[in-house]
């Protein structure tokens, strides 16, 4: 009704145009347009602000600039309002939820000259409705011009590679410069979210290639690892595979000697255990030495007659039709080294003993001795 009656005024106020100068009119061609276009601007902004009725109730998450007599009065929070009719004016209508804005494709160049064209989203929020009301125009439009302006000086910065890669920095760029611009509005810039980014065709040929060669190498690179490390495997089980057999002759080698020892071992014991029975048979037997001449006169024959079988040459004794002679060599030759054995152990057992009892059996023992050697000779 206010707004009504205000229009009826200007028009009984305004003058016809045929009565107004040329330069007037031409003031008035340019504040009409001005106004439009202020008008469509703000229209994309907000919606129709609401008429003064007294009583007003605000929405919540708004926030309504109230004008008195032209001039700014206060700023009604949600809830219940009172306003003076004729004097108050409800000038602007701030929204404070936060807000999406689509930023259009437009095209800027990286540092390496690559033309790229790229879209996203704006959020923001109006923090101050004062500062949005009378510090600029049409928020919303200057946010978004805002935008693209920053986009491009970020992304002159930035090389090809960099752009793709780090997204977030880039958002984070964005959002800082929006800030810092944007204080005297009342606004502030959530976040920028760059949604497409597209290259020229003859660059993403160009990435598509890069790709494949980076992934032939990698390919190529993972074989000649896989390579080295199976002949280096190899190496190392034929390292192992030596190390083993070696180890095992070693062990084979040690086996066959303790083998070998303890047969020689073992075989020089029976031959002595045989001597010493043979020795005591000797000893303890009547005509033992007579019997003992006759089996070296039997080996002595048994072995004279193998001679010409094994071999073309054949040593013959100077004496070989002497058999008798040949076995009283051998019995003399035994008598001796079984005296000199007893005087050897007589002389061992001497020394232990103390004494005349030791002296006394030591002498016994070789007379003993004696005259069991001069009975085998007179044999």
């Known amino acids: 009704m206010l707004q009504a009656h205000r229009l009826a005024m200007r028009a009984v106020l305004r003058p016809p145009p045929s009565l107004m100068s040329p330069l007037a009119l031409s003031a008035r061609a340019a504040h009409t347009q001005s106004q439009s276009q202020s008008q469509s601007i703000g229209t994309t902004g907000r919606r129709s602000l609401p008429v003064n009725t007294v009583v007003k109730f605000v929405p919540q998450q708004e926030a309504w600039v109230v004008e008195r007599m032209g001039k700014f009065s206060r700023i009604l929070d949600p809830g219940l309002a009172i306003l003076i009719p004729l004097l108050d004016r409800i000038a602007y209508t701030q929204s404070l939820k936060e807000v999406a804005v689509e930023i259009p494709t437009q095209s800027a160049i990286t540092q390496d000259n690559v033309t790229l064209e790229l879209d996203g989203v704006l959020y923001y929020k109006v923090v101050d409705p004062y500062k949005a009301s009378y510090g600029v125009a049409n928020a919303e439009f200057s946010v978004a011009q805002l935008a693209q302006t920053?986009?491009?000086?970020?992304?002159?910065?930035?090389?090809?590679?960099?752009?793709?890669?780090?997204?977030?920095?880039?958002?984070?760029?964005?959002?800082?410069?929006?800030?810092?611009?944007?204080?005297?509005?009342?606004?502030?810039?959530?976040?920028?979210?760059?949604?497409?980014?597209?290259?020229?065709?003859?660059?993403?040929?160009?990435?598509?290639?890069?790709?494949?060669?980076?992934?032939?190498?990698?390919?190529?690179?993972?074989?000649?690892e896989g390579a080295r490390q199976s002949a280096i495997n190899v190496a190392e089980g034929a390292k192992q595979a030596q190390i083993l057999e070696s180890e095992a002759e070693k062990a084979q080698q040690i086996n066959r000697a303790l083998g070998e020892a303890e047969a020689i071992r073992q075989t020089a014991?029976?031959?002595?255990?045989?001597?010493?029975?043979?020795?005591?048979a000797i000893r303890q037997s009547d005509g033992g030495e007579l019997a003992a001449g006759l089996h070296v006169a039997q080996q002595y024959v048994e072995a004279f007659g193998k001679l010409a079988k094994e071999s073309n040459t054949i040593i013959v004794p100077a004496a070989a039709n002497d058999v008798s002679g040949m076995v009283?060599?051998?019995?003399?030759?035994?008598?001796?080294?079984?005296?000199?054995?007893?005087?050897?152990?007589?002389?061992?057992?001497?020394?232990?003993?103390?004494?005349?009892?030791?002296?006394?059996?030591?002498?016994?023992?070789?007379?003993?001795?004696?005259?069991?050697?001069?009975?085998?000779?007179?044999?």
């Open 269 to 280: 014991l029976a031959e002595a255990q045989a001597i010493e029975r043979v020795a005591k």
């Open 328 to 379: 009283a060599q051998a019995m003399t030759v035994f008598n001796s080294v079984a005296s000199g054995q007893k005087r050897l152990l007589a002389n061992s057992v001497g020394s232990k003993g103390t004494g005349n009892g030791g002296s006394s059996n030591g002498a016994a023992r070789d007379e003993g001795t004696g005259g069991f050697g001069s009975e085998q000779v007179g044999h």
């Open 150 to 224: 920053t986009m491009r000086a970020e992304i002159g910065q930035m090389t090809l590679d960099t752009t793709l890669a780090e997204r977030n920095t880039l958002n984070h760029n964005i959002v800082n410069a929006i800030n810092s611009a944007s204080e005297s509005w009342g606004i502030a810039c959530l976040r920028y979210e760059i949604r497409d980014i597209h290259p020229p065709s003859k660059v993403v040929e160009a990435m598509h290639s890069q790709v494949s060669a980076e992934r032939s190498k990698r390919a190529q690179i993972l074989e000649s």
